[in-house]
């Protein structure tokens, strides 16, 4: 009875809560999060002695170092808008992904799954605070737009008339 517990928690945590386009940011956040998930849920919900464990943990860390290789490619292109510095950080921690994930699909453990699903939850963390932060800094311009408009006592100009 447990096993079939445990089965239909996998099968219910499958892509159908995927983010709407639009957003990349967000998307990213929630690909972290999700890869994360599935990291953790074979440590959670069974052992690791578990052949059919093992496999969803095996297919957990693969879907997250395909994750870190987009990552990684889209870092690699020069006209990208990540600034350098970051780029330069970013692109070795995919790095270290990379190798981690290497090491973990041929010996895993605990500890080393939780070094990837923490460096996940700790980088979609961050993908999460600087989006809310920039629509944070968006609601206080729109404020500080409307307060002037209301303090100078007209709409703000939203087009030109060039006929006049």
Same mark, same amino acid.
């Given at each position: *009875?447990? #096993? =079939?517990?445990?089965? &239909?928690?996998? @099968? !219910?945590?499958?892509?159908?809560?995927?983010?709407?386009?639009?957003?990349?940011?967000?998307?990213?956040?929630?690909?972290?999060? @999700?890869?994360?998930?599935? *990291?953790?849920?074979?440590?959670?919900?069974?052992?690791?002695?578990?052949?059919? &464990?093992?496999? =969803?943990?095996? #297919?957990?860390?693969?879907?997250?170092?395909?994750?870190?290789?987009?990552?990684?490619?889209?870092?690699?292109?020069?006209?990208?808008?990540?600034?350098?510095?970051?780029?330069?950080? *970013?692109?070795?921690?995919?790095?270290?992904? #990379?190798?981690?994930?290497?090491?973990?699909? &041929?010996?895993?453990?605990?500890?080393?799954?939780?070094?990837?699903? @923490?460096?996940?939850?700790?980088?979609?963390?961050?993908?999460?605070?600087?989006?809310?932060?920039?629509?944070?800094?968006?609601?206080?311009?729109?404020?500080? !737009?409307?307060?002037?408009?209301?303090?100078?006592?007209?709409?703000?100009?939203?087009?030109? #008339?060039?006929?006049?």
């Amino acid at each position: *009875m447990a #096993d =079939k517990n445990q089965s &239909n928690l996998y @099968e !219910q945590s499958s892509y159908n809560q995927v983010p709407e386009a639009g957003n990349p940011t967000y998307s990213e956040a929630w690909a972290l999060v @999700e890869a994360a998930r599935r *990291m953790a849920e074979p440590l959670e919900f069974g052992s690791l002695e578990d052949p059919e &464990n093992l496999g =969803k943990l095996r #297919d957990g860390l693969r879907l997250n170092w395909r994750l870190w290789t987009i990552f990684q490619t889209e870092l690699s292109l020069e006209e990208g808008p990540v600034p350098e510095e970051l780029r330069g950080n *970013m692109l070795s921690l995919c790095n270290f992904v #990379d190798k981690h994930t290497v090491q973990t699909l &041929n010996e895993p453990t605990a500890e080393r799954v939780s070094v990837l699903i @923490e460096v996940n939850r700790q980088i979609a963390n961050g993908l999460l605070s600087s989006l809310q932060n920039s629509l944070d800094n968006e609601e206080i311009a729109e404020t500080n !737009q409307q307060a002037h408009a209301s303090q100078s006592g007209s709409e703000p100009v939203s087009s030109i #008339d060039t006929e006049a």
